[in-house]
Every structure is written in C-alpha cells, then in structure tokens.
C-alpha cells in the first residue's frame, strides 16, 4: 500500500507540464503530504482495524475465541472493575491537568511580564527542563525528593507541617506531580503565546478606565488568554491519559489506569481486553479534544 | 479660565534619546487642545504622561491644579482614546462602554442610562450588542470615544484616534468630534501629524518638534505668523527664500524690517531676529500674487514661469524670480475658463508685506 503511494509520486511529478500550475499547487501538497500518510496508515490506522477486529473476540481460560461477540465492550462498560480503571485514569487525568494550569499560568504570566531578556531565556529553558530529562531519571529523582525519608517529607516535618511521614510517592499523588512537572512546557507555552498576542492597549485601556491589576487581569487577560488555556488542557489532558511509564515508577503498583491494564492485557495475551482497552483511551481523547475545540470555537466567538 | 492641565519644565528620556524636552504649557479646561507633529517628536509621549503610562523624569505635571506625581493612571481624571482604539474584542459595544462604569462599581440602572447615552450621543445605539470585529473602523473609533466619555473626565485625551480611517470619514468624523466635544464641555487634548485635523479642530495648537514645542497658539496664529521656520514648513505650504538682512531690527511704526533679495530690497514681517546679515523668508505658495493682481502690490518683482502643474482648483506655478534666480513656487486660483500661464512667460509678482516671515539663519 504505502510502496504503491510512493512510487506513484514521482511519475505524476514528472507528467506535470510547467504551465500547467495550478494542477501542479493542488497535488504539491499532498506530494509532501505521502510519507506521512503512508506511516500513519501502515502504524496507526492498520493496527487500529485488527485492534477493532480483535476488540470483538472473547478470551476465555487463556486462548482467543474468534467468534463476534460484545462481551468485552459489556465488561468495560458494567463491571465494576473495569468502570474503576476508566474513572481512575480520568481523575488522574484530571488532576495532573489541573496542577499543572495551577502552576503553569503563573508561569506563562511571570514570562509574559519579564522585560530583560535574559531573565525571559533562563525562565523559558527552566519550564523546558523536564522534557530535556529522560523519563526514568525524572521518575527517579521524584521518587527520592518524595520518599518518606526523602528532602520534601523532611522539609515538611521541619516545618512542624505533619508528624509522621506523608506518603507522596508510590500513590496518586507521586503519580500527579510528576506527570504535571512534565507537561509544563505544554501548558505554559500555549497560554504564553495568547499573551503575546494580546495588543498592549488593551491592558493599559482597562487601567485607563480605572481598573486595578487584578480587575485588569480579570476582565481582560484572563478571558483573551483562554484560547491559549484550553489548548493548554486539551495537550495535557490527552498526554496524561496515555501515560505509562510515570504510573508505572511512580504509581507504586497502587494506580492501575488504562495504559497499564492495556499493557498488563498485552503480556497475558488476552487481545480483547487490550483492544478495547486501547479503543476507549482513543475515545476519550477524541472526546476531550472534540470538547475543547467547541470550547475555543466558543470562546472565540 | 483656569488652566485643567499644566506642564512645567517636563522632560522624558527614553534610553539615550530625550523624546520629551523641557516643555511647558498650559490648557484652558473646556478646549480643544491639539499637540501637532511630525512622527517621532514626542507628541504620544507628552499624552501618556498626562494619563499616567508614562512618568516625567523632569518636571511637574498638574490636572486641576493637583500635582501628578506618583499618581497612577487609573486614578486620574483623565480617559484616553488611544491610536487603533483598544477596544475589548471579547465584549460587546455596550460592556466595552460600560466597562469603566462596572470597574467603579456604579448602580446598574445607572450603567445603562449612561452607556445609553454616551452610545447616543456617537450615533451608536443601534449597535450595543455588537462584537467590535462586527464594526466597522468609523464605528470602533465612535465606541472608543464613548467608551472614554462615558467616564465623564475632566480631560478627554486623544491619539491619533483618525489616524486609521480613510480620508473621508476623516472629515467627516473631524466635524463630529468638534461638534460633541462642543456638546459635552470637556477639555480635549487631541494628538495628530495632520495638520488639517490640528487646524480644523483645535482652539489652540502646540506644534512640536523634536521633544520640544517650536509654538503654542490658535489655528489662525500658526498658519499666518509661524514662530520657527520648521512651524512654516509643517504647516501649509511655503518658500523658504534666502534673503540679506538689510536692518533686522523692525521698523517702530511698521513693525517691519528690511531685508533683500538679488539687490531688490523689501519690507518683511519678523519670526526671528538674525543674528548676521544672512536670513530666510517664508511666504506661503497661495499668498502670492500674479500678473494684474500683483500690480497692486506693494512688494513687486518678475519671474519666468518654468512649469504649471494642474491641480482642479488650483493651478501651481513654478517659477524663476528676476534678478535673484531665486526658484519660488506659487499656488493661484483656477476659475475654470482662464488657461493656465503659459511657460516661459515672464510674469509679474507680488505680495503684501505682511505675508512673508523672517527668520534667522540656523
Ligand atoms: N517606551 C519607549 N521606549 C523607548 N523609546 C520610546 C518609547 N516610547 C517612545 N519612544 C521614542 O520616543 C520618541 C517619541 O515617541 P512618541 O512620543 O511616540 O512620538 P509621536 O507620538 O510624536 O510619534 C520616538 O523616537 C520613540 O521612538
Ligand atoms: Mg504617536
């Protein structure tokens, strides 16, 4: 399939007379356009048909049934167990895409407002950091900082905060904070470009009108920047979904979300699950980015 | 009348490069106040300052005899219209107008009667629950200016707020502002390079250049007795002739002094006095006269028509003037039946003494 795309291309690139352009334009695009369609077929979209072929077996006492059934879809749907999976991996999800607005809007701002511009070079190539770090270092440098003997448990008790060790890793919580420190980058550089594309007036307009920083900052930058912030969300929340390694280290074995019941469903061999696995993780996402687009649209109008 | 806003000595420096330098001057609450100049000599500056985005390194500004110093802008009485309007593209027209009302937490019944006047008097009631995009450029700059008025400032501080608009909405919006800053009674303080819209406008114009203010006086003053020769080049359309001073100081009576050119000596009205025998007039191109008209004149000399350009109402002249060589331009009226001086013609010119400016040679 992709070889017969390929070879086509340079034939018809050649057939192409100079004066005849505007044919030319129209298939230039798509020209450029092959190789990356061929990969998305033969690595995406071919898998996912023998996944939907397979999401409609059953796997019963460790072999494959060939046989069409909804068994596994009714499974995911009703029993209980994997209702917890879906739920868990939303919440997580929905956590880290919280904490990581929490902290990176402010951050987008400070960069926003920096004048110098080396104060602006040393904050941006700060908030890159955790994407610069390999995954597993990153994971065990946040299993040291968060153990219950580790600097911020010590730093806690310190403070007279708690008694007793807080269990930050090995949990939700380990998981959420790792997974936020990461999509930062994510997060602040999409709300930090919808600050610089608002026109300095207007913030110096609302002033002029009497209002303060924060009415300011209400009124005007926080709404202008929303684009910027639902995009933000729409990066994080997909990426968090699929996130597997950082459950996997940080989770402790104690956050079971869907890339891990996929990934657990692949060693056992037991296709099905997998399959529907994968299939409800790539719904969800289309429906959040579905959500967040009507969300922009909305904002924009 | 008491002075609303009130420069002392004010200067601002950006870096290594002083936009603002040393200016003072005083508007009279209730006028129409024009800072004109070309782009770059501070005009923006000198505006900001007075609304509080910008702070004078030197010098004092007051606004009702109250010292600005330190005074943030959302704390003065002052509303700015700024250059592309600055409209809340998220809010409609009427939460842009009612913007500042909300931000003082004023009664809602009482928002809505003021956005509904304020959206009356620029013509604008039909369009409160518009978008900015959805208007057109005319439109944005009436709601900017509503937007401000609605405050009800003692200082109502433009910025080019014409500057985006095609020429004739520009005429037409020009007679608009007059007529509602007539209306409402608040001190304008309008920012333009356009010498039509200061003229036309103002009551009082400050022609900057530079930083600095080359002079401060009504429409009438600037264009017929320019202080400096750059205020007689910016403004209307002049000669800059070189002349030798023959007795700079002026006549008692008269008021004149003396001066000529190419051994033909005349009397000249007096910007500044030169300091040596070498000096510059100005005369403005429509203040001179030809043929039957500049016989009676008291200033009279010769010169060869070398080319005449067309323009409608008027027909310009270019010409050589005899003995000096000295090149002039002249502007005469066309009636619509007369042909045009034909070139190479020598032609008789003229003009009132009072027309022509002297300054010195810097
Ligand atoms: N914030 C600023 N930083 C540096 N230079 C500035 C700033 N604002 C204005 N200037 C400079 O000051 C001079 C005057 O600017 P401005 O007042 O905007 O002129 P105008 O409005 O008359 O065109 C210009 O040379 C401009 O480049
Ligand atoms: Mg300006």
């Not at chain 2, 401060?216 to 002739?241: K, M, W």
Request: a positive charge; glycine letters at 8%; hydrophobic letters at 50%.
């Amino acid at each position: 399939m992709s070889e017969a795309l390929t070879a086509a291309a340079p034939v018809v690139a050649v057939a192409v007379p100079v004066h005849r352009r505007g044919w030319r334009q129209k298939v230039a695009p798509w020209l450029m356009l092959a190789p990356s369609l061929a990969l998305m077929l033969y690595a995406f979209v071919l898998p996912m048909l023998t996944f939907f072929e397979y999401s409609f077996y059953t796997f019963r006492r460790g072999k494959l049934i060939e046989e069409f059934s909804l068994t596994t879809y009714r499974r995911f749907l009703f029993d209980a167990y994997y209702q917890t999976i879906v739920l868990d991996t939303l919440w997580m999800a929905a956590l880290t895409t919280v904490l990581a607005l929490a902290i990176g809007y402010p951050l987008a701002y400070a960069l926003w407002r920096l004048e110098r511009p080396w104060m602006k070079r040393w904050l941006s190539l700060i908030i890159f950091s955790p994407i610069i770090v390999s995954v597993v270092v990153r994971s065990y440098g946040w299993i040291v900082l968060l153990a219950d003997q580790g600097p911020v448990n010590w730093a806690l008790k310190g403070l007279g905060l708690t008694n007793g060790p807080v269990s930050l890793v090995f949990n939700l919580t380990g998981v959420v904070l790792s997974l936020a420190h990461v999509f930062l980058p994510f997060v602040v550089f999409p709300i930090y470009s919808s600050m610089t594309r608002i026109d300095p007036a207007l913030r110096e307009a609302a002033m002029d009108l009497g209002a303060g920083w924060a009415r300011t900052f209400r009124s005007v930058t926080l709404p202008l920047t929303l684009p910027g912030v639902v995009a933000a969300v729409q990066i994080a929340f997909t990426l968090a979904l699929g996130a597997f390694v950082t459950p996997a280290m940080l989770g402790g074995g104690r956050v079971l979300v869907l890339p891990l019941q996929v990934y657990n469903a692949t060693s056992d061999i037991n296709w099905p699950v997998a399959a529907v696995g994968g299939l409800v993780l790539l719904v969800i996402a289309i429906l959040v980015v579905a959500l967040c687009n009507r969300l922009l649209k909305y904002s924009e109008a | 009348m008491t002075p609303d806003v009130e420069f002392k000595n004010v200067s601002k420096v950006f870096g290594s490069h002083t936009a603002v330098d040393n200016i003072s001057f005083t508007v009279p609450a209730g006028s129409f106040f024009s800072l004109l100049g070309p782009s770059g000599c501070g005009k923006s500056t000198t505006l900001r300052m007075t609304s509080g985005f910008e702070f004078p390194d030197r010098g004092e500004i007051f606004i009702s005899s109250e010292n600005m110093a330190g005074v943030a802008p959302y704390r003065r009485p002052t509303n700015m219209v700024f250059q592309r309007w600055a409209l809340f593209p998220h809010m409609t027209v009427f939460d842009n107008v009612a913007f500042g009302l909300t931000v003082d937490r004023l009664p809602r019944a009482a928002i809505r009667t003021r956005v509904g006047q304020a959206l009356e008097l620029v013509g604008l009631s039909p369009f409160a629950d518009r978008k900015p995009r959805q208007l057109s450029g005319g439109q944005m700059q009436r709601v900017a200016l509503a937007r401000a008025l609605v405050k009800r400032p003692k200082v109502l501080l433009l910025d080019e707020p014409l500057g985006a608009l095609d020429l004739k909405l520009r005429m037409q919006m020009q007679l608009e502002l007059k007529r509602i800053q007539r209306e409402v009674g608040t001190t304008f303080i309008y920012v333009t390079h356009d010498q039509g819209e200061a003229l036309t406008m103002s009551d009082q114009i400050a022609v900057m250049n530079n930083g600095r203010i080359d002079q401060l006086a009504s429409p009438q003053e600037i264009y017929d007795h320019p202080a400096t020769r750059f205020v007689a080049n910016f403004i209307g359309n002049a000669n800059l002739l070189p002349v030798e001073v023959e007795s700079a100081a002026a006549d008692a009576a008269t008021g004149l002094a003396t001066v000529s050119m190419g051994g033909l000596a005349f009397p000249t009205s007096v910007a500044q006095k030169p300091a040596d025998r070498r000096g510059w007039i100005a005369i403005r191109y429509e203040r001179i006269r030809l043929g039957e008209a500049a016989r009676a004149m008291p200033i009279q000399m010769q010169g060869r028509i070398r080319d005449a350009i067309f323009a409608g109402s008027t027909v310009h002249y270019l010409m050589i003037l005899e003995p000096s060589g000295i090149e002039i331009t002249v502007e005469a009226g066309h009636d619509g039946i007369s042909r045009p001086l034909p070139q190479g013609s020598l032609v008789d010119v003229g003009w009132e003494p009072g027309v022509t400016r002297l300054f010195g040679d810097v």
